[in-house]
């Protein structure tokens, strides 16, 4: 009796491996193609993701704007060559101030005004004549010159040299034993010492 056989059982063994090795190849190229596809699809979302998080923080930053003019004007007035409305940089003082109004007449009294102190935006700033009265402003200052007697702290810390700490001791000393009677009580002042004094004893009065 002749038994019949499948057309696979003619193939050699070896053969039927090296077929089933070819298939097994295959499939894993396929496999690293699609993994490959998926990690460049990944990598893409998230630099999209990190650019618009970027973006996003940009956008969202706080704009900040100075609150300080960028010109001051002032008024100056008095004994000047070219009186008026002059423009001054932020950090301008009052000699700035009459330099630009063409500085100091032939008449001006320079002891009359302070000429250290800072100007602010929209002040008028007087400039007095040998021999006119000067006026006590609200500031506490005669026409420039800081009063001893009527500054406040806040006043006084505009001279030169004086801090928060020294400008209390003025105030203090005035308190208790009344006011000052001449410019040269100021080195009764503890923390006044020669030099301090020389460079205030032109810009005070009392």
């Known amino acids: 009796m002749t038994t019949e056989h499948d057309p696979f059982d003619r193939l050699h063994d070896s053969a039927r491996r090296g077929s089933r ?8 190229i396929v496999l ?18 990190a650019v618009e998080t970027f973006g996003g923080a940009s956008d969202s930053e706080p704009v900040f704007e100075s609150a300080e003019p960028d010109v001051l004007l002032v008024h100056v007035l008095g004994a000047v060559v070219s009186p008026g409305l002059v423009e001054l940089a932020p950090e301008a ?23 250290a102190r ?24 005669t026409n420039g010159l800081v009063s001893l007697n009527t500054a406040d702290a806040a006043a006084l810390e ?5 801090g928060p700490a020294l ?12 006011a000052f009677s001449s410019v040269d009580d100021l080195r009764n002042v503890s923390g006044i010492g020669e030099k301090v004094f020389a460079g205030l004893r032109d810009l005070v009065t009392v």
């Open 167 to 178: 400008a209390e001791r003025i105030v203090a000393w005035r308190e208790t034993n009344g």
């Open 21 to 28: 090795v070819r298939i097994g190849v295959g499939a894993a």
């Open 158 to 162: 505009e001279l030169p040299r004086i």
């Open 32 to 49: 690293l193609l699609v993994a490959l596809v998926v990690s460049v699809v990944i990598s893409m979302a998230g630099s999209n993701n």
């Open 93 to 115: 003082r009052v000699i700035d101030a009459v330099a630009a109004a063409g500085g100091l007449a032939a008449d001006a009294d320079p002891a009359g005004v302070n000429l």
């Open 118 to 141: 800072a100007v602010t935006d929209g002040e008028q700033l007087v400039v007095p004549r040998v021999g006119e009265v000067r006026a006590t402003d609200a500031a506490g200052e």
